[in-house]
């Protein structure tokens, strides 16, 4: 026993050597809420390609959608001494505290589309209200003001999609108020649960004409359950994100529209700011610094103008 | 040696082996901070675990776990969102709660003689929606995760020295708790009516209220990590431990509870979690994918059970022998 | 204790009356006890012995009739703790001590003795409390002894130091030589002949009516919840127990039977130098149709395993068995296939499956008989066949649909043996065949061994009961550590006999 705890010992002081010497180069983690989306993995590209040539070691983490784990995949960035940490919070409460602990110890937090209740670093974030809002108007114009919606909502607490549906509701009762809104279930971010939806709001409501999903995997979706019902061209789909493949649907006219993003230039924008930051060319401020990406109805007729090396 | 000694043997070893290897593989292993907040996920689980060991001694199981955490932060939020009440109010009352679910759960078993499994799903199905309809709500009716900002609430989530709250409390139950299984007559009821119900009604025990006690302090416990997981988050959320029923239940049983009953300790679900919590964290630091853990706590499960009953099957052979040679003489003595 | 101005009488029950929301279990039934007596419960299964001690020990309520107990009238709200406080204790049939404790632990169970003013078990006290206690009595025990790894004999020992603990002044031990050799037995009477002489009052509840003669100063016997007479003295006979409990007396001349050579018959099985580590060395038998070999010796002599090793459940490490002529390599199925019949020791663990019916029992081991080609299961012959086993062997309730958990002891007995019984049965192998069961159907196993015999069966009889072995016995070979210690082939055999050779005494001393 004495001699294990000797070797221990002698490791850990080794280690902690050791730890010291590589501390040159930077280090910056990126902690998406999964990364098995087309979303976080634009980010994740659009980060890489903004550090590449720098001094800088990148790592990326998957919390499996689950606050729990995030907290703990944070801690583990923290007690590993990172640099920076690119952030997208599962739940804007929940990561508060580990992102006031890695603040706290020096580490900006840079977070994605969902900001946290305590100032950090930077937000960089899609406009979800305001673009839930250009949905909003989107579909209001198509419809001429007249008809019946519904909505394939976020998880409850998922702020990101609750801001959208807010957005989207907003627009209704302020410019539309003849067109009603005839269901909203959660589709839990995830195509198959949307499809299972949708059959259901075709079955209830036979003169449905159009349907926000609050992104575009749910709108997939409720494209995939429309068509095989047959009414695929008497009810108008809009997605939110405008990740490739919807696009694609787009074109092919199976989608009506989405709330398009860049998201490479989101994550190389978070990128951008964090080296910024190590290099002193920015200081931390008493607020979080919001800076937001626009986003762009993308339509058959719009589509056109994203270029292919703008799609992810 | 006994089956559980040898086995905590094996375990402590393990233990350092695993910290050897990943002090080598990252060198931020050994920092204290990287420990401390080891310690604080290890106490976190264990907490739960501490309760759940004995139902496990008792032979039972408690699904409702993940929904009592789940619902005692809901309550917390609750009173600090809609009360001026403070901390020290409305934590008994949370903890209470827990007890009150566990005693729910012990009535229905012991009373009416249905399935633990049964009874603890059913509970924890109705807690975990219950939750959800609880928690609190924006002004559209959308579930809002309150940011907790009552001082001294979330004071329940700092350090003192370098060891966080949590921890400390972690050890004194766990020392508590140990004693009072080994060193008190209630603690011995609970020994006693996991390994032969019949056995222990026909001794005078009250196995019925034994029974409804164990399940009142696993809601307790699981009330207790709760109030520790949302001072650490600084929030609550209504999914809280759902699905944190595989962690505890894969300390406990490292640590050398069986399912059988009537076996079983504080010290074993201690190590149990620590080992857990290390795993969990060692393929976090060698940057392994996370979908391999459940994989390997399966693994390590199995690995465990097989040594066990392997090792068991071998002392009984060995007790029997003896036992033999030991009746061999009696009866020469005795013809 | 004190009987100062007391009644002659610990125990007083007088007309107890009780039914179980239906038939009549007791109806009118008087018991009484004396201070210090050894006293003999006896009479068949269903006579409602276990229910009059249920009653007494406050398990179960009576419906009607009076129980005083040293001078205290019991009421009819009796509970097992009150009984406890009273000093009546029960040492159980299915022993009722917590295993992963130690036997300190067992002894004080409940009532620990705790550090002064504090709810903290004392440990080192009760430990000394404890080895107090087995020294006094000269028991072969340490406190501290894991009870898992205890023999039975030893467990029942801590059992009755659990009792004297609780002060008990009366000890009602139902069936305690069940599990017993004949050796521990006589240590068990030894200790229960101490207990007397400490004034403790034993009711003694057995199926074995010689132990019951050699122990008892009174004996009371039940028939059909009815008492039907109570022995004392010179009355007491083995002879007259069992024709009170039966009501007609056995015919069969159970202790003198005259060993038969069948060698003559087809070898059926021939066994040679069968060894397995640890268990066996160098058996060799050979049996011949129609022959009823018997094997006696101690428990743990190697009886069991060498039944199991030629069933084809253990492996054996060397030797070579021959079925019909033939080299034969066990597997169960194999063995089932051939006409081989088991009906092993523990029937509850092993022999039946107490929540399937008397049909399902049946069928299972005869799956190939009732099903057709695609392995379908046909339910009309399933049916056929366990009615064909429930008359053979006169099983009741004669309903095949019945639980066989629900049977009693020699019901489930019957059940097993039935099992085999309507295949093409060459060699059935019986270990421990009336452990547990009453007089009546006792005696209706012995019958059925007898028949098939007759009919050309050859039976493997394993028993501890010696009447029972020299009694059924064609020839009889005895066992100790695993060898073969003596054969007796002819002539008769007294218990006497076995015994010695179990326990290793043969000619030219002990081996």
Redo the contacts between chains.
């Keep these: 026993m004495a001699t294990?705890k000797w070797?221990?010992t002698a490791?850990?002081v080794c280690?902690?050597a050791?730890?010291v010497a590589?501390a040159q180069t930077m280090k910056i983690g990126y902690l998406p809420s999964t990364v098995g989306q087309a979303l976080t993995q634009a980010w994740k590209t659009g980060i890489e390609n903004t550090l590449k040539g720098q001094n800088v070691s990148f790592?990326a983490?998957?919390a499996?959608m689950k606050?729990?784990?995030q907290?703990?995949?944070m801690?583990?960035f923290?007690?590993?001494?990172y640099n920076a940490i690119i952030l997208q919070p599962i739940?804007?409460?929940?990561l508060?505290?580990s992102v006031?602990k890695a603040e706290g110890k020096g580490i900006p937090v840079i977070t994605l589309n969902t900001d946290t209740?305590l100032p950090h670093a930077a937000c960089v974030t899609m406009d979800d209200e305001g673009a839930g809002y250009l949905v909003g108007e989107q579909i209001g114009k198509a419809l001429s003001g007249k008809g019946n919606v519904a909505i394939i909502q976020s998880p409850?607490?998922a702020q990101a999609g609750?801001e959208r549906e807010?957005g989207f509701?907003a627009a209704m009762a302020k410019l539309f108020p003849e067109i009603k809104i005839v269901g909203a279930q959660n589709g839990q971010w995830n195509k198959d649960k949307a499809i299972e939806i949708m059959n259901s709001f075709l079955q209830v409501n036979k003169d449905l004409d159009a349907v926000f999903a609050v992104n575009d995997n749910m709108a997939e979706g409720a494209m995939i359950a429309a068509e095989s019902a047959g009414r695929l061209n008497k009810v108008k789909i809009w997605g939110f994100n405008g990740q490739k493949s919807t696009l694609t649907l787009i074109e092919q006219g199976k989608i009506t529209g989405t709330a398009y993003t860049n998201a490479y230039n989101q994550g190389a924008t978070a990128a951008k700011y964090a080296l910024d930051m190590l290099s002193g060319a920015k200081k931390k401020g008493d607020k979080t610094e919001i800076v937001t990406v626009p986003p762009f109805a993308a339509t058959k007729d719009t589509v056109a103008q994203i270029k292919p090396e703008e799609r992810w | 040696m006994s089956v559980s000694a040898i086995r905590r043997l094996i375990l402590t070893g393990l233990l350092v082996a695993i910290g050897i290897a990943l002090s080598f593989a990252n060198p931020t292993f050994l920092s204290l901070d990287n420990l401390m907040t080891l310690l604080q996920d290890a106490s976190l689980t264990g907490i739960v675990a501490i309760g759940f060991t004995l139902i496990l001694i008792t032979a039972g199981i408690d699904m409702s776990i993940g929904a009592v955490i789940a619902i005692t932060s809901m309550i917390c939020v609750n009173f600090i969102s809609y009360t001026q009440l403070p901390a020290y109010v409305y934590i008994p009352v949370a903890l209470a709660f827990g007890c009150a679910i566990g005693w729910v759960n012990g009535f229905f078993i012991t009373h009416f003689k249905l399935p633990e499994f049964i009874v603890t799903l059913a509970t924890r199905g109705i807690l975990a929606g219950l939750a959800l309809i609880v928690a609190v709500k924006d002004d559209q009716g959308f579930v809002k995760n309150v940011f907790i900002e009552d001082e001294l609430f979330l004071s329940l989530g700092e350090t003192i020295g370098p060891v966080y709250i949590v921890t400390i409390v972690f050890v004194l139950l766990a020392a508590a708790t140990q004693f009072f299984l080994k060193r008190t007559r209630a603690g011995t009821n609970v020994y006693a009516t996991g390994a032969n119900p019949t056995a222990a009604r026909l001794s005078g025990i009250n196995t019925d209220r034994t029974l409804i006690g164990v399940y009142m302090f696993s809601g307790f416990c699981a009330a207790l990590a709760s109030i520790f997981l949302a001072a650490r988050m600084m929030t609550a959320m209504p999914e809280f431990g759902i699905g944190s029923e595989m962690d505890v239940i894969a300390s406990v049983v490292i640590g050398g509870t069986p399912f059988t009953g009537g076996i079983g300790d504080i010290w074993g679900t201690v190590i149990g979690t620590l080992f857990l919590a290390l795993v969990k964290n060692g393929i976090l630091k060698l940057g392994l994918s996370p979908y391999i853990q459940p994989i390997v706590i399966g693994g390590i499960i199995i690995v465990v059970v097989v040594v066990d009953v392997w090792y068991k099957a071998f002392a009984e052979k060995k007790a029997a022998q003896a036992a033999r040679r030991k009746a061999m003489q009696g009866k020469e003595a005795g013809a | 204790m004190s009987t100062n101005g007391k009644s002659e009488l610990l125990l007083e029950c007088r007309g107890i009356d009780k039914n179980y929301n239906g038939p009549q279990v007791l109806s009118g039934v008087d018991f009484f006890l004396r201070r210090g007596e050894i006293h003999a419960l006896v009479g068949e299964n269903g006579a409602g012995k276990s229910t009059l001690i249920k009653i007494i020990t406050g398990i179960t309520n009576r419906n009607a009739g009076t129980i005083a107990f040293d001078g205290y009238d019991v009421p009819l709200e009796h509970s097992k703790s009150a009984s406890e406080k009273l000093g009546i204790a029960v040492i159980y049939q299915e022993l009722s001590l917590i295993h992963g404790m130690t036997v300190a632990q067992n002894i004080f169970l409940t009532k620990e003795p705790l550090l002064p003013g504090l709810p903290i078990i004392d440990i080192k006290k009760m430990n000394q409390m404890a080895q107090a206690m087995i020294e006094k009595y000269g028991f072969d025990l340490k406190a501290t002894d894991v009870i898992d790894r205890l023999p039975i004999a030893q467990r029942q020992t801590v059992e009755i130091l659990k009792a004297l603990s609780n002060k008990a002044s009366l000890m009602i031990m139902d069936e305690p030589t069940s599990s017993l050799t004949a050796t521990e037995s006589e240590r068990l009477f030894g200790i229960i002949r101490m207990l007397k002489a400490e004034g403790i009052t034993v009711v003694y509840i057995s199926h074995r009516m010689e132990e019951v003669y050699d122990l008892s100063d009174r004996v009371t016997v039940l028939r059909d919840g009815k008492l039907v007479s109570v022995l004392e003295g010179d009355e007491i006979s083995p002879a007259e127990i069992i024709r009170l409990m039966i009501g007609r007396e056995l015919t069969a001349d159970e202790s003198h039977h005259q060993m038969v050579d069948k060698s003559a018959g087809e070898v059926v099985l021939e066994v040679n130098q069968l060894s397995s580590e640890g268990k066996l060395k160098d058996i060799s038998f050979k049996l011949h149709k129609g022959e009823v070999l018997g094997f006696g010796g101690l428990v743990g002599s190697g009886r069991t395993e060498l039944m199991r090793a030629i069933y084809g459940i253990d492996p054996y490490d060397s030797g070579t068995i021959k079925y019909q002529g033939k080299p034969y390599a066990p597997t169960v199925e194999k063995s089932i296939a051939s006409g081989f019949g088991f009906v092993p020791e523990e029937r509850r663990l092993q022999g039946i499956m107490g929540a399937i019916s008397i049909t399902g029992n049946i069928g299972i081991p005869n799956l190939d008989s009732i099903s057709n080609g695609a392995g379908f299961v046909s339910d009309s012959k399933e049916l056929e066949l366990s009615n064909k086993a429930i008359t053979l062997l006169n099983v009741k309730p004669a309903n095949p649909d019945v639980l066989v958990g629900n049977l009693s002891g020699g019901n489930q007995q019957k059940v097993v043996v039935g099992k085999w019984l309507i295949r093409n049965l060459k060699l059935l192998i019986v270990d421990e065949p009336t452990v547990g069961i009453d007089i009546g159907a006792k005696e209706e196993m012995y019958q059925t061994i007898e028949r098939l015999s007759q009919e050309g069966v050859a039976v493997i009889v394993i028993s501890s009961d010696l009447p029972e072995l020299t009694r059924l016995s064609d020839r009889i070979i005895v066992l100790r550590k695993g060898r073969i210690i003596k054969e007796f082939t002819q002539g008769v055999v007294t218990e006497e006999q076995v015994l010695r050779a179990a326990s290793g005494i043969v000619e030219g001393g002990v081996q």
């Design positions: 294990k070797i221990a490791l850990a280690g902690l050791c730890g590589q790592q983490l998957d499996q606050a729990e784990i907290v703990t995949m801690d583990d923290i007690n590993q001494g739940d804007a409460a929940a508060t505290a006031k209740k409850p607490g609750v807010k509701r």
